[in-house]
């Protein structure tokens, strides 16, 4: 940990309290040009005795060269809501290069203590704080800033606020009990300690990443990116890229692995298709036709099928994996109900979330076919994805009703129902520590459901419409 050194300089800005975020420059500049993307997060690692709030109306970043990039940011901070929790101050990008000092400006600082309020004196002449600190941006990559705040050593001769800070870059706390979202409109994936339930580094992949798998053994995450048609592969032991496989111009959306790690499915909505990719040789070998739009897909390792829905003509294939004739690898097409998007595998039947439908159709596996719904389950409004948990649950995240139902398959009923964040979608299991994680799109964060108590233990922020979520078996 490094501490900062603070220089305070310039004049008192008037106080701005409505949270808004803006960026300089152009977020969609990432895409398309050489900068460098920064996550810049604030924590306090413990809770105070007593509630401090200031705004932060401007933040900038100093050069090697002395110049500075200024970074629009209003945002008010409470001591009292950030105890003991990691919140995302901004998204940004900067020119590649060495940087060498950050500025903040605090336009307004206040103190609640025994139920009064008090109004801090910011730093004279002005507010800036100067944070030295020396890192480097790198071309179309992307990374995280940890600011820590000490709340009860911020507070000088009763009246002057002057923020007791530390800093860090990314990189040395990353380990292996790690989950990995995807940040569609970030260009990039979110990690995050499952231990700690905080983020620890960003990764740059290609544009507009969806799907996401991790290998059985941890050392490899793909990620499907719908914007440039590629597939990111992630070596985890140094949480960057290392290879980009090219889906020759399809544009892939989920993703599913083989248990020997040899093959790589991936669906493309906007072909009709699935994608069979060798891992080893790192290129696409055959492309398989489905239903209209598939979306989800599945391994069936024990009966070597995949299955994939279809949610343009309402249907699942079912895919022979050892099929090598890909024109012929669809075995079977299973008619389900509208929209079919989620799916799993539960005790040998097979559970297909229809978001049309507000159901989940319920069929047995067989040797042979005819594949039939044997049952349907009504869930929540649009069910989206569903995930086999403990205790003989299925957990399904309903994206209009903004909850995760809990489904006892036994008597085909919902048992309960737990508020998420907005419009939840993929879902993983940290069976060890019996905590589930929502990816929320709309609200672009992850919620932690404790599962002994359904509580919300934490709500992660997390990159721009975050949507798909793997997760580094232990």
């Not at 097979?350 to 042979?368: F, R, T």
Request: aromatic share 8%.
């Amino acid at each position: 940990m490094q501490k900062i050194v603070i220089y305070f300089i310039a004049a008192m800005v008037a106080p701005i309290y409505m949270i808004s975020c803006a960026f300089e420059p152009d977020l969609k500049g990432f895409r398309f040009t050489n900068q460098g993307q920064v996550f810049f997060y604030l924590s306090c690692p413990k809770k105070p005795a007593f509630d401090i709030s200031f705004s932060i109306s401007g933040m900038s970043f100093m050069n090697k060269e002395g110049e500075w990039i200024d970074v629009a940011l209003d945002k008010r901070i409470h001591s009292a809501e950030l105890a003991e929790r990691q919140i995302k101050l901004s998204e940004f990008y900067l020119p590649p290069g060495k940087y060498e000092r950050i500025k903040w400006t605090i336009s307004e600082a206040k103190l609640r203590k025994d139920k009064k309020t008090f109004t801090l004196a910011v730093p004279q002449p002005g507010g800036e704080h100067f944070v030295d600190i020396e890192f480097s941006v790198l071309g179309r990559e992307s990374q995280c800033l940890f600011a820590g705040w000490d709340p009860e050593q911020s507070v000088f001769e009763k009246y002057l606020f002057r923020p007791e800070l530390t800093i860090r870059k990314q990189g040395a706390e990353i380990t292996k009990t790690l989950v990995y979202v995807t940040n569609t409109d970030s260009d990039c994936v979110t990690a995050i300690d499952r231990q700690r339930d905080m983020v620890v580094a960003s990764i740059a992949v290609g544009r507009a990443p969806v799907g996401i798998v991790a290998s059985a053994d941890g050392r490899r995450v793909y990620v499907a990116n719908s914007g440039s048609a590629t597939i990111s592969v992630i070596d985890t032991a140094i949480n960057r890229v290392i290879n980009t496989i090219s889906n020759f111009g399809y544009s892939p959306a989920e993703l599913a692995l083989s248990r020997d790690r040899q093959t790589l499915y991936a669906t493309n909505p906007d072909s009709d298709n699935v994608s069979v990719i060798d891992t080893v040789a790192r290129t696409v070998i055959g492309r398989i036709s489905v239903g209209k739009r598939p979306c989800c897909i599945i391994v069936d390792q024990d009966r070597r099928k995949v299955y994939v829905t279809n949610t343009g003509s309402h249907t699942i294939s079912v895919i022979d994996m050892y099929e090598d004739n890909y024109e012929q690898a669809v075995k079977n097409t299973i008619t389900v109900g509208l929209n079919p998007v989620g799916m799993v595998i539960h005790e040998n039947k097979l559970y297909v979330a229809n978001s049309g439908s507000n159901n989940i159709y319920v069929m047995e596996i067989p040797l042979q076919p005819p594949y039939r719904p044997t049952k349907t389950i009504s869930v929540g409004q649009r069910p989206t994805r569903m995930l086999s948990g403990l205790i003989g649950r299925i957990y399904v995240s309903n994206a209009n009703s903004n909850e995760i139902s809990f489904v006892d398959p036994r008597i085909s009923l919902v048992d309960r129902n737990v508020s998420a964040g907005d419009l939840p979608s993929e879902m993983v299991i940290d069976r060890l520590r019996r905590k589930l994680y929502v990816v929320n799109s709309m609200s672009e964060d992850v919620s932690v459901i404790d599962l002994p108590t359904y509580n919300i233990k934490k709500v992660i922020q997390v990159g721009r419409t975050p949507r798909g979520i793997a997760l580094i078996e232990e």
